[in-house]
Nanobody
Framework: QLQLVESGGGLVQPGGSLRLSCAVSGFTLNYYAIGWFRQAPGKEREGVSCISSGGSTTNYADSVKGRFTISRDDAKATAYLEMNSLKPEDTAIYYC??????????????????WGEGTLVTVSS
């Protein structure tokens, strides 16, 4: 059964940090690009970051550049999103998703093959 499971969300104060994990099962993570997305209340789901298979290429939304870091450990079948200097506007449900293509082409929201169920991140004092 193909599955992505996010974890690591929670309540954090502004300026704090969290590390999200995305554990994959049922397929070989090595061949997939992994994207992190988020959806705030009343807003559309948006892309946050993307990492290519092998990890040589990463992309970030302008709103998180310099604060978030995406990574992957294929041996552990897990991807990560390290989030620092968190702001209240980072509050959202965070989702990871996987995409297989012969060549890396980013992580378009409507082009991902598999999705997790999400983990809630709340940034508030």
């Amino acid at each position: 059964q193909l599955q992505l499971v996010e974890s690591g969300g929670g309540l954090v104060q502004p300026g704090g940090s969290l590390r999200l994990s995305c554990a994959v099962s049922g397929f070989t993570l090595n061949y997939y690009a992994i994207g992190w997305f988020r959806q705030a209340p009343g807003k559309e789901r948006e892309g946050v970051s993307c990492i290519s298979s092998g990890g040589s290429t990463t992309n970030y939304a302008d709103s998180v550049k310099g604060r978030f870091t995406i990574s992957r450990d294929d041996a552990k079948a897990t991807a990560y999103l390290e989030m620092n200097s968190l702001k209240p506007e980072d509050t959202a449900i965070y989702y990871c998703a996987a995409r297989w293509r012969a060549f890396y082409s980013g992580c378009p929201r409507d082009g991902m093959d598999y999705w997790g169920e999400g983990t809630l991140v709340t940034v508030s004092s």
